[in-house]
């Protein structure tokens, strides 16, 4: 514990130079239960989502589990925070545990799981073996996609007709612009692209917000239904399902420069900031249109999500930077207080608290969630370095 108290101290005092005192709190919050974390599940090298309804920690069992790339990406997240040479040994052994993942073709999160893990290492490295990981992964990817549909499917179907994606998927385009990056071949920005056009056609209300679930024909690309799976209803706007889409586009918009993913982005942000249901502190409740409001659960991790997008966007949008950031910035503060920060040593030792995984379903309700803390550390690296 004293060695924890030591560098709690020398991280305060080395980020409180130029940071909000919040900032250096996030950070010794996040590096402290981060390395308890890691000492806790090195035995196996176990990966963390959640706390399970019996208190006990809940560990990725299936590597296939959607999840799996977050607590790998953010030990790189706080390599790149802290420049600290032992989150990169920290990083590189749990990466590691994701190499048979390369060819995986099961369902689209390999975006998630790949580029959060080999993504992240490789920007941060260049190591050259991790390049050719995530283009086999994002080969695998593109495996998913229908150019009749113009979009790669989400999850598979009992009836193969049904073409099943959903908004979170813009999130996998990430891996196929990085590939194209790597290896100069436009297949995969094209893929993504499509992808991007077809989900921007038909998975927006008129306000801006997003379904969660488009169904298509895979034979004729028609729309056969629009839906939710972890929202409120089908016609709600579900709060994790609108970060997932401010973030695809902002994110659509870096690797093209093409206004139309700008735009887009600026449209689902208004509805997001503009929401009469967004409370003041700006930790997103788990939908819009819950009908309890404000007696429902927050979604710690759409709000993380969120005020990393809303960071990145910033920097591209004319008219909104200020909001934006000053947004984010509420975010975060609100994130770095009780009830959402852990206490160091406690909440399993993940760094946040209160988020939402699929109510609907009584699944992961105000718990941690390993994407929650990931999107959290990628937010604060990103206003640390605004
Ligand atoms: N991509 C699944 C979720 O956001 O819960």
Same mark, same amino acid.
């Given at each position: 514990m004293k060695v924890f108290i030591c560098s709690l101290f020398i991280s305060i005092f080395s980020y409180s130079l130029f940071a909000q005192p919040f900032v250096d709190r996030a950070i010794a919050t996040a590096t402290f239960q981060t390395q308890l974390m890691a000492e806790n599940m090195a035995d196996g090298l176990k990966i963390p989502r959640t706390i399970k309804k019996d208190g006990n920690i809940g560990i990725i069992s299936?590597?296939? &589990?959607?999840?799996?790339g977050f607590y790998p990406g953010s030990l790189w997240l706080l390599y790149d925070l802290t420049k600290d040479s032992k989150w990169e040994v920290y990083a590189r052994a749990w990466t590691s545990r994701l190499e048979e993942l390369r060819h995986f073709t099961g369902h689209h999160d390999v975006g998630f799981m790949i580029g959060c893990s080999y993504g992240n290492g490789y920007r941060l490295t260049g190591d050259e073996s991790y390049k050719d990981i995530i283009i086999d992964a994002a080969d695998a990817l593109c495996t998913r996609f229908n150019p009749t549909v113009g979009c790669i499917k989400s999850w598979n179907f009992k009836d193969p007709e049904i073409f099943r994606v959903i908004i979170d998927n813009m999130m996998n385009l990430e891996l196929l612009f990085m590939a194209q990056v790597l290896t100069g071949d436009k297949k995969y920005g094209e893929i993504a692209v499509d992808h991007a056009n077809t989900t921007m056609k038909n998975h927006f209300r008129d306000d801006f917000s997003s379904y969660h679930l488009v169904e298509y024909s895979s034979s004729t690309g028609k729309v056969i239904n629009r839906k939710t799976?972890?929202?409120?209803?089908?016609?709600?706007?579900?709060s994790r399902g609108q970060a997932w889409a401010l973030y695809g586009y902002t994110m659509c918009y870096r690797f093209t420069s093409d206004k139309k993913y700008l735009s887009q982005a600026e449209k689902v942000a208004a509805f997001i900031l503009n929401?009469?249901?967004?409370?003041e502190d700006k930790?997103?409740?788990? &939908?819009? &249109?819950?009908?309890?409001i404000p007696d429902e659960p927050r979604d710690v991790s759409a709000t993380a999500i969120a005020a990393s997008a809303l960071l990145e966007l910033s920097k591209y949008s004319d008219k909104n930077s200020k909001v934006y950031f000053d947004t984010a910035e509420t975010m975060l503060k609100s994130l770095t207080?009780?009830?959402?920060l852990a206490d160091i040593g406690e909440n399993h030792n993940f760094i946040l608290t209160n988020s939402v995984g699929s109510l609907p379903h009584n699944g992961e309700v105000s718990v941690p969630l390993n994407y929650a803390d990931y999107y959290f550390i990628e937010a604060l690296t990103r206003y640390i370095n605004y």
């Open positions: 299936k590597i296939t &589990d959607w999840t799996v799976v972890q929202g409120y209803a089908d016609e709600s706007a579900w929401n009469e249901n967004m409370p930790v997103m409740f788990w &939908d819009f &249109d819950a009908p309890k207080k009780a009830p959402y």
